[in-house]
């Protein structure tokens, strides 16, 4: 089966720093997401892991780690505009056509 | 320029209709999805869709039903509404490639009464 754990809500301060973990137990593994997504709006995308290490794109950065099915959305600086929920999602095999599966996604609250 | 549009964005109706949700993208891909995120914000796959084949997610009602007229619109269909068809619907493309990133589109708010 597929499951993709996250925690439900995390709070930090704006300017700080913040990690988001995600573990994953996927049948197969073929690349991990990470999506932004403020209330009412679409998820949009914010990185791509497929192999080990880090992947850096501004202020955010990701991690993965596939051995132990682990990956953390890094966010720096933080801004009150990211408060947002973080979705981490699996795609368990190649070609993309059979979708993503989601974690539950973490509630991100950001504090002056 | 809206890459994924789906109409309408909120769709209330009775319990027993039918309706469809439709979606368009402009981005040139040739995959296509549809996702179900409940009150809970817990986004599940419904469909993926290329011009090759349909990929059903096992759990999602005969209810349900994609319709493709061609490689840039997937519509859902959905005959005899049910109370808990009701969530937001979103429509996703990607392109097969390196990453196979999906793009979301805006959503749409179905509350079946």
């Given at each position: 089966g597929q499951n993709i754990d996250q925690p439900t809500e995390m709070t930090a301060t704006e300017g700080a720093i913040v990690q988001i973990n995600c573990t994953y137990q996927t049948s197969g593994f073929n690349g991990l997401f990470w999506y932004q997504q403020h209330a009412g709006e679409a998820p949009t995308f914010l990185s791509y892991n497929v192999l080990d290490g880090l992947e850096e794109k501004g202020r955010f950065s990701s991690f993965l780690s596939r051995s132990k099915g682990y990956s953390y959305l890094l966010l720096k600086?933080?801004?009150?505009?990211?408060s947002a929920s973080y979705l981490c999602a699996v795609r368990?095999?190649?070609?993309?056509?059979d979708g993503l599966t989601f974690g539950k996604g973490t509630h991100l609250i950001i504090q002056p | 320029d809206t890459a994924v549009s789906q109409t309408p964005k909120y769709l209330v109706t009775q319990m027993g209709n039918d309706k469809s949700i439709k979606c368009e993208q402009n981005?040139?891909?040739?995959t296509m999805y549809w996702y179900k995120q409940d009150s809970k914000k817990f986004l599940k796959i419904m469909f993926s869709y290329n011009n090759k084949e349909l990929i059903i997610?096992?759990?999602?009602?005969?209810r349900f039903s994609p319709k493709s007229p061609d490689k840039a619109h997937l519509n859902l269909h959905i005959n005899?509404?049910?109370?808990?068809?009701s969530a937001v619907y979103f429509c996703a493309s990607s392109s097969?490639?390196?990453?196979?990133t999906q793009y979301f589109g805006p959503g749409t708010r179905l509350t079946v009464l």
């Open positions: 600086e933080l801004q009150m505009k990211d368990d095999r190649g070609g993309g056509a | 981005l040139g891909h040739d997610n096992e759990t999602v009602p005969n005899s509404l049910e109370l808990g068809d097969q490639g390196k990453s196979d």
